[in-house]
């Protein structure tokens, strides 16, 4: 593929996606109380707001998660884990949502409409990836014991996650402000961002 052949306004999209994806690095490694501040709701509302194509308004988000897991779980937790951590297709499905959710919500970027997405994105999120651990096996954090699968124990599993989703929540609005921020200004200085098709 030539170079004359690359969709400036695919380029760009991707170079954004991958700079917030490389970010989940540094704040992977240790339980913190930013943790789960992360850009992954953002690269999928992202993803799906302004890829047209479908393949990649999903493709493209999915494989970027998927590298910085790959990263993340190799170089950062020296593959403890293996080559994936357990349940990732729960966060995966999640995450698909997310990028549904940026399809159907942002038609038109504005910032009220933004933090609807971001807070829709956030609870579905919660609710798909604290359903999958529920079933993989919720632990207590405050006993340590595996819980078993009542419907008492599902809401306590949803509570144990819930203050997680606080830092979600802020980091889907905060990357968000920086990726659709950069673009939409970035449009307005290169008239050859706006309106191809990616």
Not at 6 to 13: G, H, S, Y
Not at 31 to 58: E, Q, R, V
Not at 87 to 115: D, E, H, N, Q
Request: hydrophobic residues 55%; aromatic residues 16%; glycine residues 8%.
């Amino acid at each position: 593929m030539s170079l004359q052949k690359i969709n400036p306004r695919f380029a760009v999209l991707a170079i954004i996606m991958i700079v917030v994806a490389a970010m989940r690095i540094p704040n992977a490694a240790a339980l913190t109380p930013w943790s789960n501040f992360t850009p992954i709701g953002a690269m999928g509302i992202f993803g799906g707001a302004y890829f047209s194509n479908k393949w990649k308004a999903f493709a493209f988000p999915l494989i970027t998660l998927l590298l910085s897991d790959l990263v993340i779980n190799i170089f950062v937790y020296n593959g403890q884990y293996g080559v994936m951590y357990n349940s990732w297709y729960w966060v995966y499905g999640g995450f698909v949502a997310i990028v549904i959710l940026g399809r159907l919500l942002l038609k038109k970027i504005k910032p009220l409409t933004l933090l609807l997405t971001g807070a829709t994105a956030t609870l579905a999120y919660w609710l798909i990836v604290d359903f999958g651990t529920f079933l993989v096996g919720c632990t207590n954090i405050i006993t340590g014991e595996q819980m078993d699968h009542s419907f008492s124990s599902l809401v306590k599993c949803y509570a144990q996650g819930a203050p997680y989703m606080k830092n979600f929540f802020l980091g889907t609005l905060v990357y968000s402000a920086i990726m659709f921020g950069a673009f939409e200004w970035m449009k307005t200085k290169y008239t050859s961002l706006q309106l191809k098709a990616v």
